[in-house]
């Protein structure tokens, strides 16, 4: 996973409630057995027309958003479905980072274990940030998760929360299941403990 | 923690399955059952391949393939016809071969949707942590498990490590009380709450449902509450195992037997909510807030009674909620003011992991019973698994369905999401059992009002939304 550490980019608006992740890809580009190149779908529902051309009025389709690495967006960004190609058609496209008020459970969680950060600012916050990504290719902003800043074009600094584990695993490209598998020795016990205390817990059925 | 501080169900399963507290709170939690389909596992094999790993624990994880899987005509995967669903689910039966993975073959029949089959089979059990890369997982809930959807790098986690990274979640308890009125069933009862608590409401949140109307849902009525818990942002919906619970999994194929049910249920009984437990969040309803519900907007908390009308955006303070509100009546079609009774309807489907069992078909049969699908009506009934489709015939349902104009067709996903060949077209009007009414979940362009499976039935005869307690 490529680490996380301080990005300046150009920021797109999407100041919508509820972006859910059906609008983020739709249904009918999960079926892939991959996790790349889903970017081209992105916001499908919002990008194209139904004869695939672009919709000039969607934020992406227009300079300099086509190259935005951050978007701004409003309250509960990506609820609904778990589908992790939520975050691989963000990245895949070039998000890297998503601010809002508040994000879905699922996807705040599948974001940073892609190397997406979703930053949390308040609302009027965000206010501002949409007022600042308007000024188009002068919208440069930067999200330092070292310092746990997100600086305006202005040059303000706008400091943001983050889980110190979290941001230990993206600031250095951590997987997660390497660093798991250093407590092993751990699971093993848990393990050998339920035997005992859960031993009434059948397993499943024998392989394919 | 000590022994004595009263602790919440979820709190009990939670801290059983802790096999260690990192520095920062995060949890590396055990994981007791681990689901699969073909949707969102093929990058976590993908990656288990890439890096060399193996499944630490296979005999803990099963795997059916439902989203891609055709309701009628040949079911074997080499026959699907769209390529790319075929793939996925030859992927998975690929997949499964090669890391030794449980597998419940299509033609078998015990295949259905995964969070129909999981409680069936007696894999789903209190006290125990399930999850799987879906966020409907929250059905097992039901049943007094912690069980929640998960992404699927987190697939990959469980299969390589049978844990997971978790921050501790909040206590939510949702406290409805009454008994429900003529026509009302679960799903009534969770579109309400949505309605009540918004989408967002229980984000960060595991909820738990308690009070009498839910205790006196049935174990079908129960997972329908659980399975829409991820509607109002919660991860998770628990109900506290009781009899109801355990004479549902008693004999089911997977649940433990003799010596080790007697352990088992002994235990369970353990696990209720302590009294003066504490809860960060508590919302209580009466049944007299729920009547037969129809959603009018793209997302499920835009619910109203069966006898309401559409809402009008310029009640609304909010500019940004006004300007998506609107946005929304556009996409439905609707204006405000309307009566919901007055939309006619062209597609009913009767199916999915919310309302796909028997207990939900035998209620759309009640009302078919002797009656017949409105002129220009299409109207699907799928029932969630092989098992339940097996009982809807034993019980004569199908012909009771079939000879009211209803399809009748074979287990899957189907109409819930346009990823087979079941969907509905642009601009057409869709009364659905289903969970989820986004933009285009059924198919480009189409339009959802989620239902109970009585309205959907009633829909499907009337050929607009009907109020079911007038249908006698
Ligand atoms: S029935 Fe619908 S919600 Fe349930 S698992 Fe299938 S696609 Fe998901």
């Known amino acids: 996973m490529e680490p996380f550490t301080k990005l300046t980019g150009i920021a797109a608006p999407l100041p919508m409630q509820n972006v859910d992740t059906d609008k983020i890809i739709p249904a009918r580009f999960l079926k892939t057995i991959k996790r790349s190149g889903l970017g081209v779908h992105l916001f499908d529902p919002l990008r194209f027309n139904k004869d695939g051309s672009e919709k000039p009025e969607f934020v992406l389709n227009q300079e300099p958003y086509r190259k935005a690495e951050i978007i701004v967006a409003f309250e509960n960004f990506g609820c609904g479905s778990s589908r992790e190609h939520a975050p691989w058609a963000l990245l895949d496209f070039g998000i890297r980072c998503i601010i809002a008020p508040d994000f879905a459970d699922i996807f705040f969680n599948n974001s940073f274990k892609n190397g997406i950060l979703p930053v949390r600012l308040p609302r009027a916050v965000c206010n501002q940030l949409i007022e600042d990504t308007k000024m188009g290719g002068n919208a440069r902003i930067t999200v330092d998760l070292e310092r746990q800043v997100v600086v305006r074009p202005n040059g303000e600094e706008i400091p943001f929360e983050i889980d110190a584990f979290r941001k230990h695993l993206l600031l250095n490209g951590l997987d997660d299941i390497g660093q798991t598998l250093q407590h092993s020795t751990s699971i093993d016990s848990y393990e050998a403990r339920q035997e005992q205390d859960r031993s009434w817990m059948p397993t499943t059925m024998t392989a394919a | 923690m000590s022994a004595s501080k009263p602790r919440t169900l979820f709190d009990k399963i939670w801290d059983a399955h802790v096999v260690e507290r990192l520095p920062d709170g995060t949890c590396i939690l055990y994981i007791d059952r681990h689901l699969l389909h073909e949707v969102t596992s093929p990058q976590a094999f993908e990656g288990l391949r890439?890096?060399?790993?193996?499944?630490?624990?296979?005999?803990?994880?099963?795997?059916?393939?439902?989203?891609?899987?055709?309701?009628?005509?040949?079911?074997?995967?080499?026959?699907?016809?769209?390529?790319?669903?075929?793939?996925?689910?030859?992927?998975?039966?690929?997949?499964?071969?090669?890391?030794?993975?449980?597998?419940?073959?299509?033609?078998?029949?015990?295949?259905?949707?995964?969070?129909?089959?999981?409680?069936?089979?007696?894999?789903?059990?209190?006290?125990?942590?399930?999850?799987c890369g879906d966020s409907h997982t929250s059905t097992h809930g039901a049943l007094g498990s912690l069980a929640f959807g998960i992404g699927t790098s987190e697939v990959e986690h469980v299969m390589a490590t049978q844990t997971l990274l978790q921050a501790p979640q909040k206590n939510m308890r949702i406290d409805v009380t009454g008994t429900l009125g003529l026509g009302c069933s679960a799903k009534d009862v969770v579109l309400a709450i949505i309605g009540k608590i918004t989408t967002a409401g229980g984000n960060g949140h595991v909820i738990e449902y308690t009070g009498d109307t839910i205790v006196g849902l049935d174990m079908a009525g129960r997972m329908t509450v659980s399975n829409m818990t991820i509607e109002g942002g919660a991860r998770a919906g628990l109900i506290a195992p009781d009899q109801t619970t355990f004479d549902y999994i008693k004999g089911r194929e997977f649940a433990p037997k003799g010596e080790a049910w007697d352990k088992a249920l002994a235990y369970w009984k353990t696990l209720p909510t302590d009294p003066g437990a504490h809860y960060d969040t508590q919302v209580f309803m009466t049944s007299a807030e729920i009547a037969p519900m129809v959603t009018w907007g793209t997302t499920p908390g835009q619910v109203v009674p069966v006898t309401g009308i559409v809402p009008n955006p310029m009640d609304i303070e909010d500019e940004g909620k006004r300007a998506q509100h609107q946005r929304m009546l556009e996409y439905m079609g609707l204006t405000p003011g309307q009566h919901m009774t007055d939309l006619a309807i062209d597609v009913v489907f009767i199916g999915s992991c919310t309302n796909g069992r028997i207990e939900d078909i035998r209620a759309a049969a009640q009302v078919a019973k002797g009656r017949k699908v409105a002129d220009g009506v299409q109207a699907l009934v799928v029932p969630g698994s092989g098992l339940v489709k097996a009982q809807a015939e034993a019980e004569g349902l199908d012909r009771i369905l079939l000879e009211a104009g209803f399809e009748w067709r074979d287990p899957c996903c189907s109409m819930c999401l346009g990823m087979n060949p079941d969907k509905i077209t642009a601009g057409q009007r869709c009364a659905s059992t289903s969970n989820r009414n986004f933009e285009g979940r059924q198919g480009i362009g189409g339009r959802t009002h989620l239902v109970s499976p009585a309205m959907a039935a009633a829909a499907a005869v009337t050929g607009r939304f009907a109020d079911v307690r007038q249908m006698g």
């Open chain 2, 50 to 131: 890439a890096a060399g790993r193996k499944l630490r624990r296979p005999d803990l994880h099963i795997a059916v393939a439902d989203h891609n899987i055709p309701t009628k005509g040949s079911r074997i995967p080499k026959d699907i016809q769209e390529e790319d669903s075929r793939i996925q689910v030859e992927t998975l039966e690929k997949n499964v071969k090669e890391f030794g993975v449980p597998y419940i073959p299509i033609l078998d029949k015990r295949q259905g949707i995964v969070h129909i089959i999981g409680p069936e089979l007696g894999l789903s059990l209190p006290g125990t942590t399930l999850v």
